[in-house]
């Protein structure tokens, strides 16, 4: 009889693994069948304008320290549905995320709320609000736990870490998936420290930490803008979030001390906005969509690091592309 145990044994160890596997990926966030990256074609002129604008800035700035390693851009012109112009200042450098990956977990989770894999809550509904609109950490560290099926806690032995942090990777893979590249979404945000398993993660391998580039959040601010990643009701959903009035009293921070901080100053009351900054005491970042009232339409992009309390560059930098982007 010991054969036939041990053959048992052998296809019930197997089959679990299948199991576990397939339980494993089950939850995992899949782009649309139908899906096609957008066209995006680097344009000479934005780029000249760009280049002279961030030189610009950082010559005005050279007294407080400012240097070229210290920011990036992207704008990218949204006139044309069917071929974007684009141009980038270190588009493709990698910069501490700070609140701007909430941006990236929101487009993760409307994706699976629309193909049924996680359910809409009033709980869920609030966490997601927060999120985006008052930027709360707390509500990131849900909403993170719910897409990736993790929770923070002690730390682990290494075999129990490793499948926790493959679970972790899943909002990462589904942008691989769409093409997206020289990023890391898998943190939580803290207004402290990560500690326990979350800090065994941020160090796994050496360095995990969230990392953008202005390249793949001006991407994703466009295929949010033009409905590629989800059905227009998701789409509305997630730009409702993202709406910012400058002009509206009391002003919200992310609405008024960053790229909408151009639009009062140039007194642009009948453009839109839409938007989702991040800060930190080192990382000052605002990732915008703008409508202007001739038709124009784009995305503007600007990470800064070392210079949080400069509340002016990206305003001064966000003035400048406005103007030329005017029809």
Not at 93 to 114: C, G, H, I, N, P
Not at 123 to 129: A, F, I, S, T, Y
Not at 196 to 214: A, D, F, P
Not at 295 to 319: C, M, Q, R, Y
Request: glycine share 4%; aromatic share 8%.
């Amino acid at each position: 009889m010991k054969r036939p145990i041990a053959a048992f044994f052998f296809v019930a160890a197997v089959c679990l693994s299948t199991f576990s596997a397939k339980a494993q990926m089950s939850g995992e966030i899949l782009k649309p069948k139908s899906y096609k990256p957008p066209r995006i074609v680097a344009d000479s002129g934005m780029s000249d304008v760009l280049n002279l604008t961030i030189e610009s800035t950082i010559n005005i700035f050279a007294a407080k320290g400012l240097k070229r390693e210290d920011i990036s851009a992207t704008v990218i012109d949204m006139s044309d549905p069917l071929q974007y112009r684009s141009a980038s200042f270190r588009g493709n450098d990698q910069m501490y995320t700070a609140s701007v990956v909430k941006m990236f977990y929101m487009a993760a989770l409307e994706r699976q709320l629309e193909d049924g894999k996680i359910k809409m809550s009033p709980e869920l509904e609030r966490g997601l609000k927060d999120m985006i609109v008052d930027s709360s950490n707390d509500a990131t560290g849900y909403i993170l736990d719910v897409l990736s099926s993790t929770s923070s806690g002690a730390e682990l032995p290494q075999k129990q870490f490793e499948a926790w942090q493959t679970k972790r990777n899943r909002v990462n893979r589904w942008f691989a998936s769409m093409g997206y590249t020289n990023i890391n979404v898998n943190q939580k945000t803290f207004c402290e420290d990560a500690y326990g398993i979350e800090q065994q993660s941020r160090k796994y391998k050496g360095e995990n930490r969230n990392m953008l580039t202005t390249d793949a959040t001006a991407r994703l601010m466009a295929e949010i803008v033009s409905g590629n990643i989800v059905p227009k009701a998701r789409t509305d959903a997630m730009m409702s979030l993202l709406r910012r009035d400058p002009f509206a009293k009391p002003g919200n921070s992310q609405a008024v001390n960053f790229v909408g901080k151009a639009l009062i100053d140039e007194k642009l009351t009948d453009a839109k906005l839409w938007s989702k900054a991040g800060w930190t005491s080192k990382m000052r970042h605002d990732a915008a969509y703008i409508e202007l009232a001739d038709g124009s339409k784009f995305v503007l992009v600007v990470f800064t690091e070392n210079h949080a309390n400069e509340f002016d560059i990206i305003p001064n930098i966000a003035k400048v592309i406005i103007t030329a982007m005017k029809k």
